[in-house]
């Protein structure tokens, strides 16, 4: 049986089974290197404030980096019976260099060493989601430059509603994703924030130095409060929450461009990289990772939900039912990542099909408004030009034509004042090209998106 780190004041016997039960090693494993760069950083300090002698912190530094070294080697056992990461390298370092490793641990409780651990871990993963999200806004921007000019039909209730540029379509996500990536860069601002020295809830007797330890691991603060320190886990809670509506986005557009490879719309084919086929169904190419990337939102909503509702009702300080946090961190974090890769390749190689977006404005009646507002502008009040709009479309569907198809003199029959113009005004390209309004669809309008957009990368 193996004695535990904590086993002084225990004298029954474990079981494995409970052991397993307890043990976070089958998951926080994953931070061993920020476990380490916590303990070598609270041994140093340890050493300037004389807490510990040199040679003692010499010994624990060698030691971890050994450690460290074997880790990565994949030559060290984690066990549940050490329960955690945390001890299961303090350990490991006892058997690296004997007993003055147990010196490590003055002054330091598991409670802020875990959630040293974890700022860093989070710290990393947003600036990586950080990067992820800015390459896939310089995707979009090429997209966007590319397709200024590419008519389609742009829907409420999905429904045709009015004509758009393509690049419009792309760049409303770029501003999602600019939006995900502020949330994100605001959100550093609480997780880069040391909670080491903080012990186990109520600082500690030693003169340690918590400044010194907070800019040996590269944090900008020291939280002010101990009691907090511990039990605070708002910043995973933010990334998991950023990570959230981020999903969202990437989900939206994924639907989006499902319905685009569809045969009904045959708006854009994914390269055979993000496709695949069907066992049975020899012509298929489905959209799986957009598919998939649209499914994984619900892992990331549930991981969020997950947290919130393990933390709700916890007293201050710490609890083992914080252990729960890092399961969900890490996969959200895994996820996210990787759909960001997967999203930014697919967008990157996706062909746009120009002709038959354009094509579906033409026998449609998306061009209704631009027929209403030419009225207007002949000085008919807008309400009433709807209505007539509204009647003249109801004709067309009982004929079987469109707006385009009504000849000049049934045009001139309800205002005199229509000349050949309208149909330019009716042509989806014109439509499009003329939005010029700040924001709007116009050509010069998108242009100006995007040109803001290549700056802000
Ligand atoms: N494995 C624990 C966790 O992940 C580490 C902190 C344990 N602290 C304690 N007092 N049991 O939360």
């Known amino acids: 049986m193996m004695k535990k780190l904590w086993g002084g004041r225990f004298d029954g016997k474990n079981e494995h089974w409970i052991d397993e039960f307890g043990a976070s090693i089958q998951v926080d494993q994953k931070l061993a290197d920020q476990d380490i760069a916590g303990s070598l950083a609270h041994v140093k300090m340890l050493g300037e404030t004389r807490i510990l002698t040199a040679d003692e912190v010499n010994q624990i530094t ?6 460290q070294e074997k880790i990565h080697q994949g030559l060290l056992e984690f066990t549940v019976e050490n329960e955690d990461i945390h001890l299961n390298i303090e350990s490991f370092l006892t058997e690296e260099i004997g007993p003055v490793a147990g010196k490590l641990h003055t002054a330091r409780s598991r409670n802020d060493q875990v959630a040293t651990d974890i700022h860093l871990y989070v710290k990393d993963a947003t600036h990586e989601v950080i990067n992820l999200i800015n390459q896939f806004r310089k995707v979009l921007i090429n997209q966007a430059q590319n397709n200024v000019e590419t008519i389609l039909p742009g829907y409420t209730h999905l429904q045709h509603a009015q004509p758009i540029s393509f690049g419009h379509h792309l760049m409303a996500y770029y501003q999602m994703l600019k939006r995900d990536e502020e949330r994100f860069t ?18 500690t007797t030693f003169p340690i130095n918590r400044q010194l ?12 409060n101990s009691l907090d320190a511990v039990s605070d886990r708002d910043f995973i809670l933010e990334f998991l929450s950023n990570s959230s509506l981020l999903m969202m986005h990437l989900s939206r557009f994924c639907e989006e461009i499902i319905l685009w490879c569809s045969h009904e719309f045959k708006f854009v084919e994914l390269s055979d990289t993000y496709s695949t086929g069907s066992s049975i169904m020899p012509q298929k190419k489905n959209p799986d990772m957009a598919e998939l990337i649209r499914g994984k939102t619900g892992r990331v909503y549930g991981n969020l939900m997950q947290l919130l509702t393990t933390m709700k009702g916890l007293p201050l300080a710490y609890n083992k039912d914080m252990q729960e946090d890092k399961h969900s961190v890490f996969d959200s974090a895994d996820t996210i990542t990787h759909c960001l890769k997967v999203m930014s390749g697919m967008i990157e190689t996706m062909t746009v099909n120009h002709e038959n977006m354009a094509q579906s404005t033409k026998k449609d009646f998306s061009n209704a408004t631009e027929l209403a507002d030419y009225l207007a502008n002949l000085g008919t009040p807008f309400r009433e030009a709807h209505e007539i709009v509204g009647k003249l479309v109801l004709e067309c569907i009982h004929n079987g034509t469109y707006l385009q198809d009504i000849a000049l003199s049934d045009y001139q029959a309800i205002n005199p004042h229509i000349t050949a113009e309208v149909y330019d005004k009716l042509d989806s390209y014109h439509a499009v090209k003329n939005r010029h309004s700040f924001g709007g669809t116009g050509f ?5 998106q995007i040109d803001i957009a290549k700056q802000e990368l």
């Open 62 to 67: 060698t030691g971890l980096k050994q450690v």
């Open 186 to 203: 605001e959100s550093l601002k609480r997780v880069d924030i040391s909670p080491l020295g903080s012990a186990a809830l109520a600082g």
């Open 213 to 224: 330890t907070a800019s040996e691991l590269d944090f900008a603060e020291v939280y002010p």
């Open 444 to 448: 010069n309008q998108v242009q100006h």
